[in-house]
């Protein structure tokens, strides 16, 4: 064929044909005896291929000096202008700000409005709060709302032995985080393949403790002072309760990926590994929280006493029934970490290294206090309308964030990656439900 045909070319070959690079360059950059960088590169030596055709590979090492010392040689991969960009630290400053909005609208109710109430109730002498056997705040009309509720707000909520659960599991999971955090910023894990993942199990079995701390120690107040039978159940699924939803999930997972023979399967000798740290660390270890739980924290009971019949719950308005203020509930807290989540699942599906954790526990110290500050607004009104079951529905409003997090990986996934096919969604969706 003739170069004068209209036949494009590239490297004296016809667009199209299949050719070999038959040369590779290798640049090492070392400082003293350490290797820094280490750099492939294909010259332009090609080749056709055809049948029953010998070809020779050839390569060569070209070694350098460099400066860089070899506790930075990671650096050229953290990519600077992406995860340190101006809208960053845009971010960090509009969630700084709604923090402080949210914290003036708590410290507004709190000062405002509870404490004119305390102050008329220390007005009153003890002869005026009992007339005929019944107490005084009953017969005043002014007397409404969350005042009411002192015989019945510490009542126990339904299904306690799972609130236990996750009330000892967000415990655990507050301080896996904290400690990871901590220990990634004073280290670089990310340099380490399954640094994070390693260190990440490890810390999570001796946060059994916190778990079984916390759960065993809120079980107890419910039943001061007498002991509950039903304390070692509360400690059992407090401490399975994670392990089991994760190791449901991971299993699928892996499977999937067994059977589709990718190499993203976890190897069965890992699994058993994983199983016996939690069996011979993180079980005893939420034992001993539970007990010291039980006997240290919980030595006194409730400031007032719950009544034997519970109230009626009222009617309440449809913006203060539980569903809608725990939808509403979770948009602030979302909006707070929006932007941080996008750098997070770009590093975990775009292949890029996240290394910014002092950013990752800024946004976790707002995301803190603006679902601690959302959350009492939207106890406060649920007591305020005379619903004294705001265990469940706080606990939902606090978490709906997790819903809203979803619906962004949704969103990540159609428009923000390229993947396609049976397995990768199931990948994708299987760990975001996980996380």
Known sequence: MKPTDDVEYLKQFPVGTRVLYTHKKYSISHNGPHIIHVNLTYSDVLTSIASNKKVEFTYEVVWSETSIPFEDRFDRYLEDEFFEHQIHWFSIFNSFMMVIFLCGLVALILLRTLKNDYARFAEDDAEELMMDGKSSLLKDDANSGWKLLHGDVFRAPPYLLLFTALVGTGAQLLVLSVCLMLIAIGSSLYIEPGGIVSVGLTVYAFSSLANGYASGAFYHQFFYPRVSKDWIRAMCLSSALLPTVTFVSVFFINALAVFYGTTYAIPFVTIVQVVLV???????????????????????????????????????????????????????????????????????????????????????????IVTLCVTIVCTYFLLNAENYRWHWTSFAAAGSTALYVFVYAIYFYFFKTNMSGFLQTCFYFGYMYVT
């Open 278 to 368: 939690w069996f011979f660390v993180s079980c005893p270890l939420a034992v001993l929280g539970t007990i010291l739980g039980r006997h240290g924290a919980a030595k006194a009971g409730f400031p007032c006493r719950v009544n034997k019949f519970p109230r009626e719950v009222p009617e309440a308005r449809w913006y203060l029934r539980p569903p809608v203020l725990i939808a509403l509930t979770g948009v602030l807290p979302f909006g707070s970490i929006f932007i941080e989540m996008y750098f997070i699942f770009a590093s975990f599906w775009n292949y890029k290294f996240y290394y910014v954790y002092g950013f990752m526990l800024l946004v976790f110290i707002i995301l803190t």
